[in-house]
């Protein structure tokens, strides 16, 4: 197993580190998906059953698309 890291951001965004990216043959636009367990989380190439399941959950969640929600929710 090897390690590669990567730094936050002050928008919480990071650089995928180039090992990472040829493992898992990333592109430039293609979505990724953050398998969480506990306190581990495993990174991989999204799969058209991730994209589609948050298509269809961004639908349910514009109910809380507001500025003021944005606001009151900006800290969590």
């Given at each position: 197993?090897?390690?590669?890291?990567?730094?936050?951001?002050?928008?919480?965004?990071?650089?995928?580190?180039?090992?990472?990216?040829?493992?898992?043959?990333?592109?430039?636009?293609?979505?990724?998906?953050?398998?969480?367990?506990?306190?581990?989380?495993?990174?991989?190439?999204?799969?058209?059953?991730?994209?589609?399941?948050?298509?269809?959950?961004?639908?349910?969640?514009?109910?809380?698309?507001?500025?003021?929600?944005?606001?009151a929710?900006?800290?969590?």
């Open positions: 197993m090897s390690t590669a890291t990567s730094k936050l951001t002050r928008k919480y965004q990071a650089t995928i580190p180039a090992p990472v990216r040829a493992t898992l043959k990333l592109e430039a636009g293609d979505a990724i998906a953050f398998d969480v367990d506990g306190d581990e989380v495993r990174l991989r190439k999204a799969r058209p059953f991730d994209l589609a399941f948050t298509r269809a959950l961004e639908q349910t969640l514009e109910e809380w698309s507001s500025k003021a929600d944005e606001k929710y900006r800290d969590l």
